[in-house]
C-alpha cells in the first residue's frame, strides 16, 4: 500500500516539472502511471495541474478506487459533458504520455478538451519515476529476497534432462508460492515478458524479439520467448533470468548453473561478466554518464576478446549493459550507447553483462542495483558464482 | 506454426476489406496483429496493400523474422530515407490500428509518410480475426483440452486452509507443464491479466477494474487481480477461471470446486448459470445478435430473482455475457449491450454467466464455444457439473 507521504512527494516533483516546463498539468490515463501518484490501479483518469490539487476519475470500480486512492478528490468519472468543467480556462497546455496512450484514447480526450495542447511527457514522467524514494529501495530490497530464496533452491529441482519449460515451471511455481504477483509490466510498446528466462539448450542464443541479450526459444512462434520443450544437458550453462514482482516492484537477476563442468571459453566469459559487473558497480555513482559505463563495459568486453559476443549472438548484439527496474521492467536510465544523462542517487538499475557464444551456451550474470554515493548497493543479495551440481 | 495458406487467406480477407473501404492498404506495428498476418511475431511493421503483395519489414530479429515469416517479400526494416519508398503515389490512405498504436508511434510513421491519410482499422481488424478457419478451431481445440486436463487435476491439490495464492500455483504449475505458454495477449487499453483467477474468499466478489464478473483482491494494490493470500475455507465456492495459451490460441473458462456443501442459494445461482449457458449455446449460430442473447441472458437472470447479482456485485454489474477469443483474451464478438452486430461461423465465444453473491460467494460457468449452424460447438470439452470435494 502506497503512503500518503510518498504520493504527495511524487506529485510536487511532478507539478516542479510541469512548472518549468510551462505545462499547465498532467493528465495520466496508464494504469501503472496512474498507481505511481495516487496508490490505485483501478481504471482511472488522473489529473495532477502543475499548481493546486490532484483530481482522480475513477470509471472501474470506482469503489475500490475510493478505498485505495491517496487522492482527496476520487470520484466518479463524470459524463463527457460534465468532464471538461473540470479544467479552468487557465489550463493551455496538457502533458500526455504519447509513448504508451493510443491514438483512439488521445483522440477522446483531445475531443473533450478542445482548444488545448496536448504535448508529450513520456521522458519527464520516466524521469520522475526512475529516481525511488529509500521507501520504493526497501520495496526493491525485499523483492529481492523473496526472489533470491527462490534461486537458492534450485539446486533442489534443476535436473539433467529436464525440459526448459520444466525448469521455468518449478521456478515460476515457487515464486507464486512466495507471494509473487506475476504480471510484468512493460513500457515498450512492442515488448511482452512472460515472468523470466530458462534456458540452456542450443538455441538459449537465438536472436530475438526482446531488448535483452537473451530471447530464448520460447513454445511456438507465436510466443517466442523463454523456455523451450529442449532438454537440459550436463556440460552447459542452464541460465536462468528471472524476474519477481511483489507490491508491484519488480527486480530482475540472473544466475548460471551447471550439471557437470563448463569448457574453458565460457568460464573465461563468465569472469569477464563478472570484471564488467565489478568496474560498473563501483562506479554506479551519481554523476557518472549512462553511455560512458556501457562504452567502457563494451571496452572490456573487446579486451577479453569478447565483443561479437557481447550483449547478444554475434551481429545481433544488443548495444547496452543495464536498465532501470521498478514498477515497469524497462525503467529509465538505460546504461546504453545514446543515453547520454548522468545517474542519480536513488535510480535502481539491473546490470546485465552477458555473452552468447555459438554452439556453447549463453552466460552472464545480472542484479539489481541501486545508486549510491559509494557506489552500487545489492538489491539481489545473494553469492555471483556459477553454481555446479 | 502458421500455414502459407492461412497467411493468404487472411490476407486476402483483409484486402477485400480494404478495398471495399476505399482504403490503399493496411500498415500494421502490433506485434500480434503482425503475427496473425505473416507469422512472426518479431519486432516488425507489415504493409499489406489493398491491392498486391505484402511487405515485411523486421527490426529485431531479422534473422528469426525471415526464418518464421510466411511474407515473401521479407526484408529488415530500412532506413527513415529509404522507407517511404515502398510506398507508391497511389498510396493515399494508410489504415493504421489507432485502438493500440501509441501516439509517438503514430506520429513516427506519420512523419515518414507525409501528405498520406491515416486511417482507423481497428473495427476492421477486429472483425476480420474474430471469424475462425477450420485450422484455427483446431488450435483452440487443442488448447482446451491441455487446460481442461489442469481442471481435472484440480481435486487432486485443492485442499482447505490454502492460500487462494497456493492453489494458483498448483495450477499455473501444471498449465506450464502442459507446456502453456503463459503470457495472454488482452487488447483493451488498461486490462491486464495474470493467468486467471482462483478465488473463494469473502473478497472474491470485490469490484475491480478488470472488464469481467469478478476481479478478486489481488496481492497488493498494485496487482488487484486474482489469487489473495486468503485462506480457502469449506462451505463455500471455490471458483477457478483460468485461460490456457499454447500456440498464441488462447482459450478461456471456469468451474467450481466446494470443499464440503454449498447454500442453497448458490446452487440455485449456479442451475441459473447452467440454464443462461443452455440458452445461449442453443442459440450461438450465424445470425444470432450478440446483445439479443445478452439481454435475454440478463432476463434470465431477473426471472430467477438474481439481476443485482449478474455478472458483478450489486451496483457493479458488467453489462455482458460473453467474449470472444483467440490471438487475444478480448476478441470480438462480445455478447453484450450496444453490440447490435449478428454472429458469423467460425466465431469463437467464452461464455461465462455468473452470479456475486454478497457474503456467500461467487459461482457461474464458462466454456468456450465456436459458432455454428447448429449452435455452439464446446472447444472447453469438460463436464459443467460443481465438483464437490
Known sequence: MLTKMESEQRIARLQQELKAKGIDGALFIYPIDVYYFSGTRQNSTLWIPAQGSPRLFARKSYLRARGESLIEDTRPFPSGKEFPGNFGAEVKRIGFTFDVAPV?????YAKLLPGRDFVDISSINREIRSVKSAWEVGKLKSSGARLCDVFRAVPEFLKEGMRE??????????????????????RAFNQELFQGLAVSSATAGNPGFFDGAVTGEGMSSASPHGASAAQIGADTPVLIDYTGVFNGYIVDMTRIFVIGKLAPELE???????????YLVDNLKPGAVCEELFLKAAEMAEAAGLAQNFMGAPGENARFVGHGVGLELDEFPVL???FKVALQVGQTIA????????????????????VSSRGGVKITDLPDDIVYL
Do not use: C, W
Open 104 to 108: 483512439q484514447q488521445y483522440n477522446y
Open 165 to 186: 519449460v520444466d525448469l521455468s515451471a518449478e521456478f515460476e511455481y515457487r515464486l507464486r508460492k512466495a507471494g509473487g504477483e506475476g504480471y510484468v509490466r512493460m
Open 268 to 278: 573465461h566469459a563468465f569472469a569477464t561478466a563478472l570484471a564488467i559487473q565489478q
Open 336 to 338: 546504453a550507447q545514446g
Open 351 to 370: 546490470i546485465e553483462p552477458k555473452f552468447v557464444l555459438p554452439g556453447h551456451g549463453v552466460i552472464g550474470i545480472e542484479n539489481t542495483f541501486a
